[in-house]
Antibody
Framework: DVQVLESGGGLVQPGGSLRLSCAAS????????LTWVRQAPGKGLEWVST????????YYADSVKGRFTISRDNSKSALYLQMRSLRAGDTAVYYC??????????????WGQGTTVTVSS | DIQMTQSPSSLSASVGDRVSFTCRAS??????LAWYQQKPGKVPKLLIY???TLQSGVPSRFSGSGSGTDFTLTISSLQPEDVATYYC?????????FGQGTKLEIK
């Protein structure tokens, strides 16, 4: 079964850091682009960051640029999101999402269950 | 950045009705558009990619059309299990922006 599973969410104080992980299985991990999408409570979907299959191309939303770092370890079939200088506005469910493409997006076909990040004092 | 605007923001229809939602891109995105369905309390699911290609396993009552800046998602005969919020997404270029969603309810 093709699946991705996030972990690492939790409660963190403003200004703090958190590292999310995503473990993938059931597909050739190194062949696909991966993305983090978040959803604040009661709100819509927000694209956060994307990394190409090789890791050579990385993109960020302006709202997280300079604070978040996406990375992947193809030998471990794992995706990461290092989040620093967290703000209340970063509070959301964070989804790890597999793309249909490798270097360019062709639509996001496999979504994890999400991990919740709460930024609060 | 490309902005994605969905209309209406909410829609109420009866079982068996034909319903349509629209999505407008602020710039030409060719056919690089996806539609996602998110049922209440659930994870989003890919319905359609390349504006009109049905993802495997998605019922044939769903269809997509459009190119350039104007796109439509149609459900030919609304079923109770179609209650959800539907999102369009640009994947022509980053940022891969989502529309704000259309919430579909049953009358």
């Amino acid at each position: 079964d093709v699946q991705v599973l996030e972990s690492g969410g939790g409660l963190v104080q403003p200004g703090g850091s958190l590292r999310l992980s995503c473990a993938a299985s059931g597909f050739t991990f190194s062949n696909y682009m991966l993305t983090w999408v978040r959803q604040a409570p009661g709100k819509g979907l927000e694209w956060v960051s994307t990394i190409s299959a090789s890791g050579g191309a990385i993109y960020y939303a302006d709202s997280v640029k300079g604070r978040f770092t996406i990375s992947r370890d193809n030998s471990k079939s794992a995706l990461y999101l290092q989040m620093r200088s967290l703000r209340a506005g970063d509070t959301a469910v964070y989804y790890c999402v597999k793309d249909r493409g490798s270097g360019s997006s062709y639509g996001m076909d496999v979504w994890g269950q999400g991990t919740t990040v709460t930024v609060s004092s | 950045d490309i902005q994605m605007t969905q209309s209406p923001s909410s829609l109420s229809a009866s079982v068996g009705d034909r319903v349509s939602f629209t999505c407008r891109a602020s710039q030409d995105i060719s056919h690089f558009l996806a539609w996602y369905q998110q049922k209440p309390g659930k994870v989003p699911k890919l319905l359609i990619y390349a504006a009109s290609t049905l993802q495997s396993g998605v019922p044939s009552r769903f269809s997509g059309s459009g190119s350039g800046t104007d796109f439509t998602l149609t459900i030919s005969s609304l079923q109770p299990e179609d209650v959800a919020t539907y999102y369009c997404q640009n994947y022509n270029s980053v940022p891969y922006t989502f529309g704000q969603g259309t919430k579909l309810e049953i009358k």
